[in-house]
């Protein structure tokens, strides 16, 4: 199976294209053999640029292909592209440099290019949404034109900021560490404390945090901490776009699509088909498949901002011939009329940058999302589906957990994203090392239901090797998205990992520990703390209040919880705060958290507390071995 994103990280200039390119490539090899034509190879070249001549073309595909060969790798199919962007004889990718960065990885053989559009743009969405902020007082505006953006993300209060614009109340600023009356900075260690929520929290808020830790903020690991704030803004921007807020996408359900299958798309996939939608009937008779190449000549945002304003803004620049000016002319007179003039540049639209593109795309959804309101029968219509059901909540968080794990592709939909076996399978090599032989595995992407149900078979046969109760489950049950089956091994296999690591760190080596173990441990810890709250069960009621975590927490570390800042009461909004401090602290030290506070108050359900409990006894017995 064709790891596509480690073999792209040899690529850093593609880094920008990369989804697009991901998707050319699986289109054009059918057979999912892990190459294309040579001919679809040239196709993709010649549809990136004008100024890829043939001969170009030729050229850089005889160099990265073996001879008389018919077939291009991934790999080799990533070389060319990369050879043809820094090709001398291509003019327009030599302009651009001057929007571009090059700097140095930790590794000083590996350089990484800083997107100078991208930067600029974050930077301003930044000041626009933190402006006020007393922790921040002094601090902004952040220039555009340097590189102070990332110096100050150093000590993590910046960025943890950022989570909350992007996820309100995701972090309880009552735990960071800010700088004393009359100092501008902090300590190392309570930066360190600062980024651990910072990567935590963004884990939680579905960020994909896989290879940075804290250190590399605080080391100011450029390329990392860019890449970490576009996914922080990206979530807030695509925040509301689905049916939650906005029942009104109902009507982008195309024939014979059931509303099922139209909430399991990404939400970038919901705003292409917003925008399709929306020119339907317009003199564009083109239609969007991607973020890149589909948007360089701004023909379909042209249409798509006529239709959303109401005819406020006019298709004046399709008059200009030359990309460049159309951009200029697109974005200063025609989106700055309706306020949607953020988040791109000319010089980024005929780039055809994805990243900055998906961001000014969300913008103008959540300005001008130009969909009638629904009559009170089709919102009747809709409740029923909409309602969260009781399996909702965990399956975010098992999504949250996959993902954290590196797993490819990212996990959106716990249920869909499964069908084919390949990411259960993953998640299982990552919590047992070894245990899956892929050489019996139908590789992505699999389109096969036979060979889906053989890759679900594998998984289960997996279960069965880690004692799993698998009483009534058929591979087919997971290929068919079957929510209760599915989610009850997914959390088999949660739990297995939040076992082995304890396993791992066990004084006494390789025992096994049980539920019953893991609460022993956090009453003891409690008690060690001096305090007296005592859970009877995961499920104990007494846990909504959240006391008995705070109370644990300061057990793990004595002074850690401002008990003055604990309520003791039973009001559903103090419960909440003191559920948000918990999670908070709890990142702060360390621990990888993913449920959330009303997870805690509303139940308690106990599968995610065991998961909180676990994490948390992980971080106590890393702080006894001296790790922590």
């Known amino acids: 199976m064709v790891d596509y994103r480690s073999v792209a990280q040899n690529y850093p200039a593609l880094s ?54 018919t077939k291009a790798t991934f790999d080799q199919y990533l070389a060319t592209l990369a050879a043809l962007k820094g090709s001398r004889g291509n003019a327009a990718y030599h302009q651009s440099l001057s929007k571009r960065i090059i700097i140095k990885g930790a590794d000083t053989s590996i350089t990484h290019t800083i997107n100078q559009d991208e930067k600029e743009q974050f930077v301003e969405h930044i000041n626009a949404h933190l402006s006020g902020d007393k922790d921040l007082a002094g601090r902004l505006p952040i220039s555009r034109d340097d590189m102070s953006l990332f110096e100050e993300c150093r000590d993590g209060i910046l960025l943890t900021k950022l989570i909350n614009t992007a996820v309100p109340d995701t972090i309880d600023e009552r735990v960071l560490n800010l700088p004393k009356k009359g100092a501008t900075t902090i300590n190392a260690f309570h930066i360190t404390e600062n980024n651990n929520v910072v990567i935590n929290s963004a884990k939680a808020i579905g960020c994909h945090v896989v290879n940075i830790g804290a250190s590399d903020i605080s080391e100011n690991r450029q390329y990392l901490i860019l890449g970490l704030v576009w996914q922080i803004i990206k979530v807030g921007l695509l925040a509301k776009i689905n049916l939650q807020y906005h029942p009104e996408l109902f009507r982008l359900l195309v024939e014979g699509e059931t509303l099922e299958d139209f909430m399991k798309l990404p939400a970038d ?12 009937g317009t003199p564009c008779s083109r239609v969007m498949n991607n973020f890149s ?18 005819g406020e803004c006019t298709t004046a620049p399709l008059e200009q011939s030359d990309l460049k000016e159309r951009a200029k002319v697109f974005l ?28 000014f795309t969300a913008n103008l959804f959540n300005t001008c999302p130009n969909l009638a309101p629904l009559s009170q029968a089709e919102k009747a219509a809709l409740d029923e589906q909409l309602f969260s059901s009781e399996g909702d909540r965990e399956a975010r968080v098992f999504a949250l957990w996959m993902n954290s794990l590196g797993c490819d592709p990212f996990v959106q939909n716990l249920y869909a994203d499964l069908r084919d ?8 090599d990552k919590v047992s090392p070894g245990i899956v032989n892929w050489k019996t595995v ?32 058929q591979g087919s049950d997971i290929v068919d998205g079957n929510k209760t089956l599915t989610l009850g091994f997914v959390w088999q296999l949660m739990r297995e990992h939040i076992v082995q690591t304890l396993r791992k760190l066990s004084a006494s080596g390789g025992k096994d520990i049980t539920d019953q173990d893991m609460l022993k441990w956090a009453n003891d810890t409690v008690k ?23 109370e644990l927490l300061n057990g793990i570390r004595p002074g850690v919880v401002n008990f003055d800042m604990v309520s003791h009461s039973h009001d559903e909004e ?15 030290m360390g621990a990888t958290i993913f449920l959330l506070p009303e997870d805690i108050t509303d139940g308690p359900k106990p599968k995610l507390i065991l998961t909180f409990v676990g994490s948390l006894m992980a971080i106590d017995r890393e702080i006894k071995a001296g790790k922590s």
């Not at 490539?25 to 549809?47: K, M, R, V, W, Y």
């Not at 705003?271 to 929306?278: I, P, S």
């Not at 190449?293 to 109401?310: A, F, G, M, R």
């Not at 703390?529 to 006391?547: E, F, I, N």
């Open 16 to 69: 920008n294209e990369l989804d697009y390119l991901i998707q050319q490539f699986t289109h054009h090899d059918g057979g999912n053999n892990g190459h294309i034509p040579i001919s679809a190879l040239e196709s993709i070249c010649s549809q990136l640029s004008a100024s890829y001549t043939p001969e170009l073309i030729a050229s850089s595909i005889a160099t990265n292909t073996p001879p008389n060969s």
């Open 293 to 310: 190449v589909d948007l360089k000549d701004c023909e379909i945002y042209t249409h798509l901002l006529h239709v959303i304003s109401q």
């Open 528 to 550: 060690r703390g001096g305090k007296r709250s005592q859970a009877s069960s995961m499920k104990d009621p007494s846990l909504k209040t959240a006391v008995f975590f705070l």
């Open 421 to 428: 076996g390949t990411v259960l399978l993953q998640t299982a």
């Open 574 to 588: 103090d419960r909440k705060m003191n559920a948000k401090y918990a999670i908070s602290i709890a990142r702060k």
């Open 332 to 359: 200063t007179q025609e989106a700055s009329k309706i306020g949607c003039d953020r988040y791109i540049t000319p010089k980024a639209l005929t780039d055809g940058n994805p990243r900055l593109n998906l961001l």
């Open 269 to 280: 996939q919901i705003l292409m088909r917003w925008v399709n939608y929306q020119i339907q």
């Open 442 to 473: 139908n590789k992505a992407p699999v389109k096969s239901k036979f060979k889906k149900v053989e890759n679900c078979n594998v998984v289960l046969e997996i279960g069965k090797k880690l004692n799993f109760r698998l009483i009534g489950i």
